[in-house]
C-alpha cells in the first residue's frame, strides 16, 4: 500500500476568492433573489490561516497504479479555522460504493482498496473556506497487462530468413504499447509440436523485444530446421499473458550445391626416349660381380635393351637387367676376361629411340 505524503515541496494547488465587498467579510448580504425568511450562509467571523493545499511531488504526474492494487492518497491541507474538503472525480461526485475518502484536521484521504481500470480520471480536492477555495488536481490511471495480438502469421521464408506479421492487440492494457517481444522455437530439438502449442517455456527462445513495427524478418536460422513463432505485446504491466502462434512451419532448406567443374586442356607429355644419367666406363676384377648404372625420361615408358659389342644380351643368365623408375641397371655376374667389351643401354618407344655406350674392362687380380 502506497501513501503519497511529502509536504515539504510547493503546494501545487490553487486559491480563489469571490469579489467581495470589504463589508461583505464582516456582514453577509442576502441575494436579491432572496426573501426575507430565506436562510443566509454565515461566514467565520475570522479567518486565521487561508486555505492551501500541499500536493506531493509525486502526484504532479500522472498517479499509475495496476488493477488490484490499493490506492492510499494522503493529502495535507492548511485552513484556520478547519475548511470543508471536497472530491470530484472528472466534475462528478465520487462512487462511494468504491472510493473512501476521510477528512482529517490537516489532510483529506482518497482510499480505494482495488483499483479498477473504472477508477481512472482525474481527481479534484476541493478545500473551502468561507469565500475562499483551494483545489489540487491528481490525474490517476489504472493499467493491466494488455491482451495479445490478434494474429501472426509465416509471410515468407527465403534462405535462412523467416518474415512475420502480426495484428495490434484489440486491449492494450488502458496505456501505450512499449512494443512486442519475438520468439522461435525449432520443431527439430526433439519435441512434437504439439508441446510448442503448449507454449513450453524452456523450448521458446527470444529474439526481439520491445520491436516496435507490427512485421520483422528473424534471420540466422539455423539451415535443415524448421521454426514456430509467437508473438507477445507488452506495456508498462509487462507480458501479455497469451500469445498467438504462427499456423505454418517455416522449413529452412538446404540450398542445392552444384559444383561445376572448369574445362582444363589435357597436357601431353609424351616424348621420346632421353638419357639423363649416361653409362660410365669402368675397370673391374675378374669374379667380382660389376653393375652399370643409367637413367632414361620417356612416355609412354620405353622398351630397354642391353647390347655387348652390338649384340643383344637379354635372356642372357650372365646378366641381370633391371629398369624401375626410369633407372636402368645390368648386372654382371663374375665377370671373366672375355665379359670386357663396350656395353649399350638402347631405349626404344613409339616416339624414338635413342642409347648410350660405357667401355668395360676386366683385369686379372694381382
Partial sequence: METATSPEVASGSSLKVK????????RPQASPQQGAGSPVPQLPSTIEEHPKIWLPRALRQTYIRKVGDTVNLLIPFQGKPKPRATW??????????RVSVRNGERD??????EAQRADSGRYQLSVQLGELEATATIDILVIERPGPPQSVKLVDVWGSNAILEWTPP??????????????????????SLSWHLLGTRKLWFTVLERYHRTSCT????????SYTFRVFAENQCGLSETAPITAD???IQKAATVYKTEGFAQRDFSEAPKFTQPLADCTTVTGYDTQLFCCVRASPKPKIIWL?????????PKYRALTHLGIC????RKPGPFDGGIYTCKAVNPLGEASVDCRVDVKAPH
Fill in 19 to 26: 469579489e467581495a465587498r470589504p463589508a461583505d467579510a464582516e
Fill in 88 to 97: 470530484t472525480c472528472d466534475g462528478c461526485a465520487l462512487d462511494a460504493s
Fill in 108 to 113: 483529506s484521504i482518497l482510499f480505494i482498496r
Fill in 170 to 191: 484489440q486491449d492494450t492494457g488502458n496505456v501505450a504499447l512499449l512494443g512486442y517481444t519475438v520468439q522461435k522455437a525449432d520443431t527439430k530439438s526433439g519435441v
Fill in 218 to 225: 528473424v534471420s540466422n536460422l539455423i539451415v535443415g530446421s
Fill in 249 to 251: 512451419l517455416a522449413h
Fill in 308 to 316: 655387348k659389342n652390338k649384340i643383344d644380351i637379354q635372356g642372357n
Fill in 329 to 332: 641397371s645390368l648386372e654382371i
